[in-house]
């Protein structure tokens, strides 16, 4: 459970930290943090439950999406300013860096199945993002279509 703690607060850390290194607005900061912390709890606690890393990932990124897109609709700012920071802990970097390791001293076999892990955990976070774009647009027309329903049933209200 401590150890949970720590990769959490570590997590919150290193996005806030990056958010800095690329220059994202200090209103921005907290937010992102905050995101990334949850996408990665979800992560944390798909892989508990027994999940792939591919789920994992896909759960962890598509929370990131729409808890992005609900931050820039608040504090009315780009999305990317959320996305980018908060994917930070899901980048493949270290089978990334084991991949290039094995091509260069001849193994070949062990790289593919890095580089076999790399696509899949892209592909998860690419597909992850892809389904929060989805459900936040379904959210716009389902709230656009409540607010126009409640609209025509109240326009005749004087105290309103």
């Given at each position: ?66 808890l ?8 009315k ?22 991949m ?43 709230m ?9 049933e ?7």
């Amino acid at each position: 459970m401590w150890m949970m703690i720590i990769k959490l607060i570590l997590t919150y850390f290193a996005t806030v930290t990056f958010g800095v290194l690329i220059n994202v607005p200090r209103r921005g900061l907290n937010a992102g943090g905050i995101i990334s912390t949850l996408g990665f709890l979800a992560y944390l606690l798909c892989l508990q439950a027994g999940a792939g890393i591919a789920i994992a990932n896909l759960i962890g990124a598509l929370l990131i999406g729409v808890l992005s897109m609900q931050a820039a609709r608040w504090l009315k700012m780009p999305v990317i300013n959320f996305n980018i920071p908060s994917m930070v802990p899901f980048v493949p970097g270290g089978q990334a860096y084991q991949m290039v390791k094995n091509f260069a001293l001849g193994d070949n076999a062990e790289a593919m199945s890095y580089f076999l892990q790399v696509a899949e955990i892209a592909g998860a976070i690419a597909f992850g993002f892809l389904l929060a774009e989805l459900f936040n647009r379904l959210q716009a027309k389902v709230m656009l279509k409540l607010s126009n329903e409640w609209r025509r049933e109240h326009r005749n209200n004087p105290k309103l």
